[in-house]
């Protein structure tokens, strides 16, 4: 079996009603994307949680998946129609086959080195290193696969600079691996908070499939219930490690710091280099934050708890 794949260019205006025409004319899909991308002209687009202003590129392009019995002339015609063009838009037609989707996508994913004793491993393959700490992890259901260079900077942070017994608090813990990275680099409870109940399902899955210790490891999507369930550790933590973006960042400041012992030791991810300073300048009062780190245009900012 195969499908044809309909692109074409329109409007950052038109993206919506075309998208809305082309599922009412029988396409299975939709997918929207640059029409420079690749080129010098390409626009990245970043978004904070909660703030996305409906911004495309000014120029994108539209390719939608049909069946092979697809009238595409018909299709074109009522696209022109739609958005009341004197001229059809010029159009390119591919054949899609059918694949392994599963494989295909597996086969995007491999093992990741962090360090010399620190590896990301999906599930489908074999550790390259079996002596060395393998976290066990495939792309799921929350942000975490260890692939984003925010991900990778706050593990090899936290292979230089966890100790034996230590309390971490992994806020914003998304799949859960920083937390389960954490605890098998020898710390002794970890809490990871996220505010997306999926996100703590699957960070307690990954816990279970990388053998935690239950009564070393706990998720909540409240801190507070963390500390109230956790007695033991109802104190200010030795380390906080978050991998969220800026804006959150800087508002959660007053709760990361008021968390973290005096002395204790902070990792923060998820910031372009432009904001570095904004996010810098919130943790001023207790913390002097620094780069640390940069990978691909995002930076990790550590400090220490005076």
């Known amino acids: 079996m195969s499908w044809l794949a309909l692109t074409f260019e329109v409007n950052a205006a038109d993206v919506e009603v075309v998208s809305d025409k082309l599922f009412e004319l029988g396409a299975l899909s939709v997918d929207i994307h ?76 491999d093992p990741i080195r962090i360090s010399s004793k620190l590896w990301i491993v999906p599930t489908w393959h074999h550790p390259p290193d079996p002596t060395a700490i393998n976290l066990i ?12 260079p925010t991900t990778q900077l706050c593990l090899a942070w936290l292979d230089q600079h966890i100790h034996p017994g230590e309390t971490v608090l992994d806020y914003g813990c998304g799949s859960g691996i920083l937390a389960i990275a954490a605890l098998k680099l020898g710390a002794g409870f970890v809490m990871g908070v996220d505010i997306d109940d999926h996100a703590i399902i699957a960070s307690r899955d990954n816990a279970i499939l990388n053998r935690c210790d239950p009564k070393k490891i706990a998720f909540s999507t409240h801190l507070d219930t963390l500390l109230a369930a956790n007695p033991a550790v109802n104190k200010p933590v030795d380390k906080v490690v978050a991998n ?31 904001q570095a300073n904004e996010v810098i300048h919130a943790y001023r009062q207790n913390i002097k934050m620094e780069i640390a780190d940069n990978k691909e245009g995002w930076v990790l900012l550590t400090g220490v708890k005076q």
């Open 34 to 109: 640059d029409a420079a991308a690749g080129t010098s002209d390409e626009q990245p687009l970043f978004d904070e949680p909660g703030e996305y202003a409906g911004e495309l590129w000014s120029q994108a392009a539209i390719t939608a998946l049909f069946g092979q019995d697809a009238d595409i002339a018909a299709i074109m015609l009522a696209i022109t129609q739609v958005l009341e063009l004197a001229d059809q838009p010029e159009y390119h037609l591919s054949t899609v086959a059918e694949q392994d989707w599963v494989k295909l996508t597996q086969s995007q994913f």
């Open 137 to 148: 992890l495939d792309p799921g259901r929350a942000f975490g696969t260890g692939s984003h």
């Open 244 to 274: 969220i973006l800026a804006n959150p960042l800087i508002m959660l400041a007053p709760i990361l710091m008021n968390t973290l012992r005096q002395g204790g030791a902070i990792a923060l991810s998820g910031v372009l280099e432009a």
